[in-house]
């Protein structure tokens, strides 16, 4: 079983290239090698290859990186299942892992959805996309300085707010502040409980 990961940057058009591409590569390249894990292409799609368990937080994290660049944010489908062809490039490969976030991501635009998911189990698909419309309720609404946080927590979770803040040369109480604001618990919480609870 794997996970695939199809996504864009919306309001890419309105963003040179130069100012999001390195950050994106930057953290795929984080869960593996491109052509075969990950690619970028057409200008602002691009897929990546994860084991199921990863498949979540992968998403979230691509999140918070492209929204800490004001006005851009990504929608992503994430897609579970088998991979019954493997080509050079992540984009050329087949399964039902291919099959399954490819068919959702057609739909996210038209359902106004940035990240959702189908794993071909049903009841777990419903649990966890009406999960996922709860979250982005807060998550589409970060801004780049939320969205940084999150991302710094999602790397290092054992990272204290005081060390935090000396990354961000920032107060401790805007650390606070910002994570509560960005619903950072509830974050870790949905990561727990998706990790905890998918069985592939």
Do not use: C
Not at 52 to 57: D, E, S, V
């Amino acid at each position: 079983m794997i996970a695939i990961l199809t996504g864009d940057i919306i309001n890419s058009e309105g963003h040179r290239a130069s100012e999001w591409m390195a950050i994106l590569k930057e953290q795929l390249s984080e869960f593996g090698k491109t052509p075969t894990d990950w690619e970028v292409y057409r200008g602002d799609e691009f897929q990546l290859k994860v084991s199921p368990k990863q498949a979540l937080r992968a998403a979230i994290h691509i999140k918070t990186r492209i929204k800490s660049i004001k006005d851009l944010d990504v929608r992503i489908a994430i897609g579970i299942g088998t991979e019954t062809y493997r080509a050079d490039s992540v984009s050329e490969s087949n399964g039902t892992a291919y099959q399954n976030s490819g068919r959702i991501f057609e739909t996210l635009k038209e359902q106004k959805l940035n990240l959702a998911f189908s794993s071909g189990t049903e009841d777990f698909d419903h649990t966890m996309n009406l999960m996922l419309k709860l979250a982005l309720d807060f998550m589409d609404e970060w801004t780049p300085v939320s969205a940084e946080v999150v991302a710094i927590a999602l790397a290092s979770p054992k990272m204290s707010q005081k060390e935090i803040a000396g990354q961000l040369n920032i107060q401790q109480s805007a650390v606070s502040q910002r994570q509560k604001r960005a619903r950072l618990d509830l974050i870790f919480e949905l990561l727990a409980y998706y990790e905890k609870t998918f069985k592939p």
